[in-house]
């Protein structure tokens, strides 16, 4: 299950949008921060007139936070909704990652009595769920909630073909089965982790605030915009999909559930919250990362790398990209380093991942690549001597494949 920090998105790059590959381009094609790695094709980033992004300029705002005012804001929290529950005084939708067993870890401290509750892939790993029962091994109730395989591997499909994504499905789960078993049970808070919109540079902190609701789900969730609803055809019915539609508005408003973000709260970094979890169990990868630089995120799932993956095809960056401009934000890396890590690391198609999806699906392999052809940004790629190439790269000797 992945925490809130993927759930950016803009308007898809779909063959739609694509210029030809013969028109000679006279406007640079992408354009990239001069202070991490990260170029302005990515979804919601902008940069300023300085060449900086808004993602390095949000973490330029940390210091002017009173962090030890929003812990007694919390504090303050706490005490009001233990006021109104009735059982269980918050939920936390959790993975077993490092995210998560901070959530868990920190909720604990506070004497709240969480109900955990996972969206469980259809490609867990097995490191996953050792993380996932040394979560629940710290003292909470969990619920791990499957959809059926043959639902899910349908949507999945869908979601490939139509957007150019396989994590549609994931993300609406992720966001409605919690905010669903919330209602049933009468719980009055639902927290989640960080902001993503914040942390990834989507939006400053202030325009976002420390609510994940409908509107800050239609703005940076990765569901293209849709609902359950439109995804209901002679595939897939409203029964088959019940899981990834959310409670009525007017039952969470009457019931009084709020979700916010404790990365609202606390200052989050990477660094912190692994060395919480690790303190409390959690392990990283033995074999290293599997997308991107860490190797203590996006562990837990299979199919999680072929949704990064597909950002190399429309907006010309990788996981790998996001880590390291967070690494070089908290000053532990410059970005020259990192220009050598991403250079060294050359091309990272999981192939073995998108066999295990093509498998679930139904289809081959070499039909999953036709498929993320459509999805190619005609705008910043264009084929020389019969090799794809993005234009205004950041590394100008890249070893195209």
């Known amino acids: 299950m992945s925490s809130a920090s993927d ?7 779909t063959s739609s949008d694509v210029n030809s590959s013969d028109v000679t381009p006279t406007e640079p094609a992408m354009r990239w921060c001069q202070r991490c ?32 005012a929003r812990a007694r804001d919390f504090s303050e929290l706490v005490k009001q909704l233990k006021k109104r529950s009735a059982g269980y005084d918050c939920l936390i939708p959790v993975s077993g990652g490092k995210d998560s067993t901070w959530q868990v870890v920190k909720c604990l401290e506070y004497g709240l009595r969480p109900l955990a509750v996972t969206w469980k892939t259809p490609a867990r790993t097995l490191v996953g769920q050792r993380n996932l029962d040394n979560l ?38 992720l966001f409605n089965i919690p905010l669903n078993i919330a209602v049933r049970f009468q719980i ?10 914040f942390e990834y540079g989507s939006a400053n902190e202030a325009h976002t605030g420390f609510k994940l609701d409908r509107t800050w789900y239609r703005t ?12 209901v055809d002679a595939d897939l019915s409203e029964n088959d999909l019940a899981a990834y539609f959310g409670p009525d508005q007017d039952d969470l408003e009457t019931q009084g559930v709020r979700a916010v973000f404790l990365g609202w709260y606390f200052s989050w970094d990477p660094e912190t919250s692994l060395s919480v ?42 996981r790998l990209f996001d880590n390291l401009s967070i690494e070089i934000r908290n000053r532990r890396m410059t970005r020259e380093r990192a220009l050598g890590i991403i250079q060294r690391a050359g091309d990272q198609t999981p192939l073995a991942d998108i066999e295990k999806f093509c ?14 052809e ?17 234009r205004d790269f950041l590394i100008s000797d890249w070893r195209w494949a």
């Open 7 to 13: 759930l950016v998105t803009k308007s898809d790059v």
């Open 37 to 68: 790695v990260l170029p302005d094709t990515r979804p919601n980033l902008s940069l300023d007139e300085d060449g900086i992004c808004a993602a390095c300029r949000s973490h330029d705002s940390r210091p002017q936070i009173d962090w030890p």
């Open 188 to 197: 009055p808070l639902v927290i989640w982790g960080e902001n993503s919109a």
């Open 359 to 372: 498998s679930f699906a139904g289809i081959s392999v070499a039909h999953f690549f036709e498929i993320c």
């Open 136 to 173: 629940v091994s710290l003292g909470v109730d969990h619920i791990d909630y499957q959809v059926s395989p043959k639902v899910e591997s349908r949507f999945m499909l869908k979601a490939l073909e139509r957007f150019g994504s396989t994590a549609i499905p994931m993300h609406l789960a």
């Open 277 to 318: 979890a690790k303190a409390s169990g959690f392990q990283s990868n033995e074999n290293g990362a599997r997308t991107g630089y860490y190797d203590y995120a996006d562990i837990d799932d299979d199919f999680i790398s072929i949704h990064h993956w597909l950002k190399w095809y429309k907006f010309g960056f990788t």
């Open 220 to 231: 940076y969730g990765v569901t293209h915009g849709t609902t359950a609803a439109d995804w």
């Open 374 to 390: 459509r999805f190619r940004n005609r705008k910043i790629w264009q084929k020389e001597g019969g090799t794809w190439k993005i």
